[in-house]
């Protein structure tokens, strides 16, 4: 596709379940970031891919967070046991070098809610 | 680590007047200054960027921003405002020597009021 593409678009989760949240990004797109979004806030840091590895998993707010990108391409974002605070669009972004110059390139994100 | 700040939280023009939508940032290294633009169920698009060179960068629908290294600032600029530019505006840093981690500020609500 064109661009980067997030699914489901909207979820709503009763407290307590898991949820996994999908992205699949620009092809060839070296990094790949996850970004939290609260209500009429910026977007905040989660994690960050290059290829495979996960270099930098400092923003995930607790060990419920958990994401992969197994073959380098496409990532998931799991939530366990979801809570209340939970509820936000999570943003993911693609970009074509691992150098930081190039600019992200954003999904339309999935808004959660958790009931 | 990066910060943004975006001092107000609506900017409101009238259509044809000049936007500036105002930004500072915090950063140990060289910055890499972006913006982007957010409508309304999207996601944020790429309007400018800032990595070295000249101050003024041009980017998409006529926007330009200046970066200002001694008051750490990087304004987004448009000569004409349109009320299709109303819309959420984010500027972000990213530490030119250090993680890839980009950092947004809050964001800005333009209004272009027709």
């Known amino acids: 596709g064109a661009g980067v593409s997030q699914s489901p678009r909207y979820k709503v989760a009763k407290r307590g379940q898991d949820v996994a949240l999908r992205c699949d990004p620009i092809?060839?797109?070296?990094?790949l970031f996850w970004y939290q979004q609260a209500l009429g806030q910026g977007p905040e840091f989660l994690t960050y891919?290059?290829?495979?590895?996960?270099?930098?998993k400092s923003g995930l707010p607790s060990d419920r967070f958990f994401a992969e990108r197994p073959e380098g391409s496409v990532s998931t974002l799991k939530i366990q046991r979801t809570q209340q605070e939970d509820s936000a669009v999570y943003l993911c972004?693609?970009?074509?070098?691992?150098?930081?110059?190039?600019?992200?390139?954003f999904g339309n994100g999935t808004r959660l809610t958790v009931t | 680590a990066q910060s943004v700040a975006q001092p107000e939280d609506q900017v409101n023009v009238a259509e044809g007047n000049p936007l500036t939508v105002k930004c500072t940032y915090s950063v140990s290294g060289n910055p890499y200054l972006f913006w982007y633009v957010q409508y309304p169920n999207r996601g944020l698009q790429f309007l400018l960027k800032y990595i070295t060179g000249d101050n003024l960068v041009k980017g998409s629908y006529g926007f330009e921003a200046e970066f200002n290294k001694s008051q750490t600032s990087f304004h987004l600029k448009k000569p004409s405002a349109l009320v299709s530019d109303s819309a959420l505006y984010f500027c972000a840093v990213r530490d030119g020597g250090g993680n890839n981690r980009l950092a947004f500020g809050k964001g800005n609500q333009v209004v272009v009021i027709p």
């Open positions: 972004a693609s970009s074509s070098s691992g150098t930081g110059s190039s600019p992200l390139h």
């Open positions: 891919f290059q290829n495979e590895a996960q270099l930098d």
């Open positions: 092809s060839g797109h070296v990094s």
